[in-house]
């Protein structure tokens, strides 16, 4: 595709993202792979200790896997990444109870890119295990093969987030799509960022998933097309039509047992897959990595900021000495315009991709009229929602 400073979805060649999905991987172009399934390197993790505890070693294992997944592939898996699955039975055990608690309370969480109700979702994982059984959250995260993969793709300070996903019987596959940061805002929102945004948006996390029991092809494993990490429009195209039809007819399965990982670039096509199967009930939990570079080097106050300009802004507006484009530039340099990190237990998804941003509250108000105090509640009860 040539270079261009944008992306625009109706641009998006298929013919060309086709001829990237049809590259191959062999074992050949791989030192530390046991075999190559798919497209899909598989790393034998038991037999690979050595490795990772000599330096040298584990740089140069370190130095391929980030190669599959941003050069080649896009996805590796873990074989026997849990050697000792105590833990993951342990955590399970967990999960079920925090499942049963939370559909008690409330009726379960919504989902991402699935119809509510196809399945079970703990949001916030990493924090209800750890204050439920810190014991077993320390055997189960303090995993150095899943230490690894995170700072092969990441470096070093990476941010670890997990969401625990339970399909059932019968559960409904995802759509095809890319994730977090820009596979998470609408086609409109992804297009006004540049070319070089979308570039970047790849190398700021990491998919992976933990398998917590036996998934053969008929469970739903993720469905995974390899090598369309390389398509750079790719968080534009996965919206449309003919490239979500392109990943069914091509994407891939690959069977994991409990203990197994799975990670994969974030701008990989991918999608959970259906549950055919008549009595797995199929648990992953969903590891979402992120770059230490994700956050900005100062603490803002900027419910402080928003709350004393929110009646200053109105009042000169009223006065006709703001015009909009004026008002957006001074929201856009206070309030806070992304909705990430949020706890999405309270403050969910409702309606669309992503909660209501602080920004977003404050255009609303203005358009609603919001009386300053209306405006300091419905921050304040923005604030409730996204703690944790």
């Known amino acids: 595709m040539k270079d261009v400073g944008y992306f625009d979805i109706e641009d998006c060649d298929l013919q060309d993202f086709a001829r990237l999905c049809g590259q191959t991987l062999s074992a050949g172009q791989l030192r530390f792979a046991t075999d190559v399934q798919k497209n899909v390197p598989l790393y034998d993790m038991p037999s690979l200790t050595a490795a990772l505890s000599d330096p040298a070693q584990r740089q140069s294992l370190l130095a391929e896997w980030g190669w599959v997944l941003g050069q080649s592939a896009g996805a590796l898996v873990l074989k026997g990444a849990y050697e000792d699955t105590a833990p993951i039975d342990a955590a399970s055990r967990a999960y079920e109870a925090i499942i049963a608690e939370e559909k008690a309370r409330s009726g379960g969480g919504a989902d991402h890119f699935a119809a509510a109700g196809a399945n079970d979702r703990i949001w916030n994982s990493l924090q209800k295990l750890c204050e439920t059984d810190p014991e077993t959250f320390a055997l189960y995260f303090g995993n150095d093969a899943i230490a690894a993969v995170c700072e092969a793709w990441l470096g070093p300070c990476y941010q670890m987030t997990a969401q625990v996903n339970l399909v059932r019987p019968g559960g409904k596959a995802q ?214």
């Open 175 to 388: 759509v095809a799509h890319r994730d977090y940061h820009l596979g998470f805002q609408t086609a409109e929102a992804a297009g006004r960022f540049p070319a070089h945004v979308h570039d970047l948006s790849a190398v700021m996390t990491l998919q992976g998933a933990v398998a917590h029991c036996d998934m053969p092809v008929e469970s739903g494993p993720t469905k995974l097309l390899p090598f369309s990490e390389l398509f750079r429009p790719g968080y534009m195209a996965y919206r449309r039509d003919d490239f979500r039809a392109y990943f069914e007819d091509h994407c891939i399965q690959l069977p994991l047992a409990k203990g197994d990982a799975v990670f994969f670039n974030p701008a990989l096509f991918h999608g959970a897959g259906s549950n055919h199967s008549s009595d797995i009930n199929r648990m992953a939990n969903l590891l979402q990595v992120s770059s230490a570079f994700g956050r900005a080097m100062e603490s803002i106050d900027r419910t402080a900021m928003v709350r004393t300009l929110y009646p200053v802004v109105r009042a000169l507006r009223a006065a006709g000495r703001l015009d909009d484009t004026g008002t957006a530039a001074a929201i856009a340099a206070s309030a806070e315009g992304y909705s990430f990190p949020t706890n999405l237990d309270t403050d969910p998804p409702v309606g669309g991709l992503a909660p209501e941003t602080q920004a977003a509250l404050f255009h609303r108000a203005l358009s609603e009229d919001m009386a300053p105090d209306a405006f300091n509640a419905a921050l304040d009860a923005q604030n409730a929602r996204r703690r944790a």
